[in-house]
């Protein structure tokens, strides 16, 4: 019995020993890694992807009114002062005084911003002047481009250069030339107040010489106060 059962036990171990080979190279044909530690690495995150084809900028346009006149400018409207298509109606009042010099100037106008803060204006200016005792009227044609540069939702400062016909009776007719700076104030819904120093030059005075005729630029200065409406 011992031996038997000794004989038994001996072949089971031996059969467990043999067995223990093809055991461990079932596993290695099913994972080579068995048995080894394999540490698990996180993916990285990648940078997003950038594109290096950077777009040309616009160049700096000045964008013309697309209707041509625009209507309901002013407080309430569609269309603020200065914007292109806006249409400014009115005039402005000068007065000079000076020893021996005198100067009265009434010059109703009519603007069109064809840009944005960009006006060209007709002007008509009626002048008198007495110096020394002695008058004289003289008229003036304009046509006036102006800038008008805004300062806050109700105030703009511009500058504008008018050039164009001068006429007197005793000079007749001669070359005009009135560059102004000045201010827009915007007064109620469509209101527009305008104060502005000018300078006026004209060349239709006639000095007879020994040599003949030459024109005499006649130089004034002045101040005015113009008060417009736009729609």
């Given at each position: ?125 009626a002048n ?55 201010l827009n ?47």
């Amino acid at each position: 019995m011992k031996l038997s059962n000794g004989l038994s036990i001996g072949g089971i171990g031996i059969a467990a020993l043999l067995a223990m080979p093809g055991i461990a190279s079932a596993e290695e044909t099913k994972s080579p890694l068995a048995g080894r530690h394999v540490a698990q690495v996180a993916p990285q995150n990648l940078p997003p992807p950038q594109s290096f084809n950077q777009p040309q900028p616009q160049p700096a346009a000045i964008q013309g009114a697309s209707s041509g006149v625009t209507e309901q400018a002013g407080v309430g409207g569609t269309q603020a002062y200065g914007r292109a298509g806006v249409l400014e109606l009115g005039g402005s009042f000068g007065f000079s005084k000076a020893p021996s010099f005198t100067q009265l100037n009434v010059s109703p106008s009519i603007g069109w911003f064809f840009a944005d803060n960009l006006e060209l204006s007709g002007i008509i200016s009626a002048n008198y002047v007495d110096t020394g005792g002695q008058g004289s009227t003289y008229m003036n044609f304009l046509a006036e481009p102006s800038y008008h540069i805004p300062m806050t939702d109700k105030l703009f400062a511009f500058v504008g250069v008018g050039a164009g016909l001068g006429y007197s009776k005793v000079g007749g007719a001669g070359f005009a030339l009135a560059p102004r700076v000045g201010l827009n104030i915007l007064i109620g819904r469509s209101g527009v107040l305008t104060p502005a120093f000018n300078v006026t030059y004209n060349t239709n005075q006639a000095v007879q010489t020994p040599q003949g005729t030459l024109l005499a630029v006649n130089t004034s200065y002045g101040a005015s106060a113009g008060y417009t409406v736009m729609w």
